[in-house]
């Protein structure tokens, strides 16, 4: 899929599926101010990353998201998408080349679902019948019933559902980048989690460079392929991998931003089936042990193995075949050598 078509004017084909993101010493003071909003930002996002800006209020995280899609001009440095400056394109072309999530999702209350994913095709003149197969496709992609979903109004659906339409017309045009501002934090904590469970889902699978906004550090753990940590006024505290800044947070100021409890986020990092589980011994006495996917994080399990008193997990794969038993003791040795490894530093 990492294509590159013969571009028409600057539509979104200009661009391969990702493009990469560079921000050069990026500055933002609005006027009238002394203090900047955004100081000497530098950072690149690699194509098909996730990059989240995880900060306190007053961090600059939307403001730095305003300045990639020229929605407020920059007061120094330069933007780099795809090796090429956004100050160098028009902004209404640049932004078809951006697709946009917001907290509150956006949705033209007047038009139907399909009418809204194909917001951006249309306004790139796209064939009547390629608007069609794209929105059904998109529909299918996040999780939705085109049939059932494609005529009704955002008023008849459910904030989840909603939220997914929305990601759907952020993805409408095949765009190189996208931005999310805080996209799932007016939803209710158990629809969040399924939410972004899909989102990583769905990213595993379309590979998009995404710039991703949130207060939350657990969920920037969760979605991030990298994690940028702003301090008040801008200005970045640290730039790496989740597991990295857990490990190694570069100041206090960042160590007291992940929490006193980042052993224990770490192991949300960690699946079960990386880890060293105990033989089952032919499943003899295992028989009604809590069945639990390969794929939960260390961190979930941990807390199916309180809830039950601490008896082992039978961890399967996706065809239901026994890897192994998950026991407190080997969630203690992991925690351990995180730990001492984490004082060898």
């Avoid at 193995?305 to 997990?313: D, F, H, I, N, Q």
């Amino acid at each position: 899929m990492n294509r590159r078509d013969s571009a028409h004017n600057e539509g979104p084909s200009a661009f391969a599926q990702a493009a990469e993101l560079q921000l050069r010493s990026v500055s933002k003071r609005y006027p009238g101010q002394q203090e900047f909003a955004i100081e000497e930002l530098s950072l690149t996002v690699p194509a098909g990353d996730v990059c989240v800006l995880v900060g306190p209020s007053g961090s600059g995280k939307t403001t730095t998201m305003r300045l990639i899609n020229r929605m407020i001009p920059l007061t120094s440095g330069d933007i780099l998408l795809g090796g090429r400056s956004v100050l160098a394109r028009e902004p209404r072309q640049l932004r078809r080349d951006i697709g946009y999530v917001i907290q509150q999702v956006g949705l033209f209350p007047h038009q139907t679902v399909g009418q809204n994913i194909a917001t951006v095709p249309r306004l790139l003149g796209w064939q009547k019948g390629r608007i069609a197969a794209r929105v059904e496709e998109l529909l299918e992609l996040v999780g939705l019933d085109a049939s059932a979903m494609r005529d009704r109004y955002p008023a008849q659906l459910s904030g989840g559902q909603r939220q997914r339409v929305g990601v759907a017309r952020a993805l409408a045009a095949d765009p190189p980048l996208m931005l999310m501002d805080e996209p799932f934090g007016a939803i209710d904590p158990i629809n969040r989690a399924r939410l972004q469970d899909e989102f990583v889902r769905l990213q595993e699978k379309v590979r998009k460079t995404v710039v991703f906004v949130t207060h939350d550090i657990d969920e920037a753990i969760k979605m991030g392929d990298r994690i940028a940590i702003l301090r008040e006024g801008g200005v970045l505290a640290q730039y790496d991998a989740p597991a990295a800044i857990l490990s190694h947070p570069a100041d206090e100021f960042v160590s007291r931003f992940v929490g006193a409890d980042r052993a224990l986020k770490r192991l949300a990092l960690a699946r079960v089936a990386d880890l060293d589980l105990v033989a089952p011994n032919g499943l003899v006495g295992q028989r009604n042990a809590q069945r639990v996917s390969a794929t939960t994080s260390a961190r979930d399990a941990l807390s199916l193995l309180l809830v039950s008193g601490g008896e082992p997990l039978l961890v399967v794969d996706g065809e239901g075949r026994a890897e192994g038993l998950l026991t407190i003791d080997v969630l203690e040795q992991l925690l351990s050598s995180e730990a001492a490894e984490a004082r060898s530093r």
